[in-house]
């Protein structure tokens, strides 16, 4: 069989430029909420949530009332969580939770009158079906994030950084610091530095080897309006609100440098990196999940319309959970996520399937153009 080799340039072209294509603006798989596995609702604002073995802690607020509620929902069985148990908090709303061992730590902040009522709140969960408060710190300002790392507990609030001593949970001490933030709104501790990100600048790098005189060692100011903050070895990935996903080599860190951005559809919120993919809280735009294969083009392959505003996320095993304001808790299966793999194997058979069609086509019109 002989074959025009004018045709088989065009189509090689086409299958280069279609391939390219979808390599540099990939493919990705839109779902509605009723490919989620499962939702609760309880009534309240959702804030944060953490898993932890059969149980996913949320805490969640009723704004109007300045209330604070800490559940306990049992999800043994991920397509049928149940409240398994809850504390209300009658002084202030919850925005952040983190549990470690047998205490959750949860951070306490009123946003209609953030700059006087904030602080730590600490919870014995050790036997979950009777939460026990224990301890709480106030410290003036909302504290709208924590992060929890051996014996301290980080808290950043909108004008400092708060280093609390858990050594003993019944009787934590705020630990007098020097270190300031403007309008901080999260925190990430890794090793013996905290990543801030500020809202209206973006990355601060703190040295706290010595809790007691933390120092600012690195920043970047970002493009965006940075709201939350993940560590992955020498990468920082901010939620940089309209501008997406923000990947940046923190190797340096008295200069840390752009990698690459990734744009959400909506306000990213909040970021978990797990394995080779990135997980977003984008605020309206539900969740979505960045395939980071290629580091540099950072891609979305699964987006996810929810039903209300999501402020945080978890993931553990094949689920990931959404802290979705009013409907609470959505359960999502990650293994239905399509790898970048797949994708590219559909591409490339598609393609194949392309190339004889536009062969015949292009014979068709050479018949034509003869008669």
Same mark, same amino acid.
């Given at each position: ?184 709104? !999260? =925190? $990430?501790?890794? *090793?013996?530095? #905290?990543? &801030?990100?500020?809202?209206?600048? %973006?990355?601060? +790098?703190? @040295? /706290? ?18 709201? !939350? =903050? $993940?560590?992955? *070895?020498?990468? #920082?990935? &901010?939620?940089?609100?309209?501008? %997406?996903?923000? +990947?940046? @080599? /923190? ?34 735009? %539900?969740?979505? +999940?960045? @395939? ?38 959505? +359960? ?40």
């Amino acid at each position: 069989m002989r074959f025009n080799k004018n045709i088989l340039q065009k189509s090689y072209l086409i299958f280069v430029l279609i391939l390219f294509n979808f390599l540099i603006f990939p493919i990705g798989l839109n779902l509605t909420q009723g490919d989620s596995v499962s939702h609760i609702d309880f009534e309240y604002e959702s804030k944060g949530v953490f898993v932890s073995g059969d149980y996913a802690y949320i805490v969640s607020s009723m704004t109007d009332e300045g209330k604070g509620y800490l559940h306990i929902v049992n999800i043994t069985d991920p397509t049928n969580p149940s409240v398994f148990n809850k504390y209300n908090f009658q002084d202030s709303e919850f925005l952040d939770v983190e549990v470690i061992g047998d205490y959750a730590y949860v951070a306490k902040g009123n946003w209609d009158v953030g700059s006087y009522i904030g602080g730590l709140v600490i919870f014995d969960i050790s036997n979950a079906s009777n939460i026990e408060l224990k301890s709480s710190v106030n410290f003036g300002r909302c504290v709208l994030e924590l992060d929890v790392q051996g014996d301290f507990a980080y808290c950043i609030d909108k004008g400092a950084l708060n280093i609390v001593n858990i050594s003993n949970p019944i009787s934590p001490a705020l630990i007098p610091t020097s270190y300031s933030t403007s309008h901080g709104v !999260g =925190i $990430c501790v890794e *090793g013996n530095y #905290a990543y &801030i990100v500020e809202y209206y600048y %973006g990355l601060r +790098i703190v @040295d /706290i080897t010595d809790p007691y005189s933390p120092l600012e060692v690195g920043s970047y100011e970002t493009p965006g309006r940075s709201r !939350g =903050i $993940c560590i992955e *070895g020498d990468l #920082a990935f &901010i939620a940089d609100a309209g501008t %997406g996903i923000v +990947i940046l @080599d /923190i190797s340096n860190k008295a200069n840390p440098s752009k990698v690459s951005i990734c744009d959400t559809p909506g306000a990213a919120k909040e970021v978990i990196v797990n394995e080779n993919y990135v997980y977003v809280a984008d605020w309206e735009a %539900g969740l979505q +999940i960045i @395939d980071l294969e290629v580091l540099r083009r950072p891609k979305i392959i699964y987006s996810l319309e929810t039903e209300d505003l999501v402020f945080d996320l978890d993931v553990s095993g094949e689920y990931i959970y959404l802290a979705e304001n009013e409907i609470n808790l959505r +359960i999502v299966n990650a293994s239905l996520v399509p790898t970048s793999t797949n994708f590219e194997i559909l591409t490339i058979a598609l393609t194949f399937l392309l190339i004889p069609v536009l062969t015949v086509i292009t014979r068709k019109r050479k018949i034509e153009n003869k008669i």
